[in-house]
């Protein structure tokens, strides 16, 4: 949110015409108020909060269920940024919305986007548009993890489903490396 406030202070004598105190107060309120109307939308897509996939409560898959298999995709985009396509097996991805009857041989939830450590948004659908501007130039850190419906990550074996991509998007080829604790087997 970018915006303008004016702030008029009539000046009759010197020191503003206010004690030293009102003066402090009122420096303080025009400081705060400039700070919050001219700061840069650093919002993301979703949140604008840090969610560390490893700060994240873990919920072990379900004995007896197939293990999610998580996997992903990334090609540019012909206009600008990225498309992202995440790979899925043994996992129903839904809005808890729209969720659908249990599937009894499927754990179900939704995937988390991060970018450089940084949460973009919730995923219920597998594929996604990233544009150009969330990047940085140089290496970049794109990294999804699939989570039930109360945010824990899916766990195997004490470690998180998740899967990496490390990529400079002003490099041809632009990825560098890719990763998935859970790979998808061909």
Known sequence: MVGAIVVRVKVDRPGWGRPPSMRILLLLFCICVLSVATAEDKSTLDHKVDHPVMHQAQLPVPEGVPVPRLGMQLSRDAED???????????????????????????????????????????????????????????????ISINDHDHAVLALDNEPIQATILMDPGREPFQMSHYSSSPIEL
Do not use: C, W
Not at 99 to 125: F, I, P
């Open 81 to 143: 940024g990225f498309n992202l396509h995440v790979e899925l097996r043994n996992f129903q991805m839904e809005s808890p919305a729209f969720m659908q009857s249990a599937v009894e041989d499927r754990v179900r939830g939704h995937a988390h986007l991060y970018l450089n450590g940084v949460k973009l948004t919730r995923l219920y659908a597998q594929d996604l548009h990233l544009p150009g501007r969330l990047f940085r130039p140089g290496i970049n850190s794109l990294q």
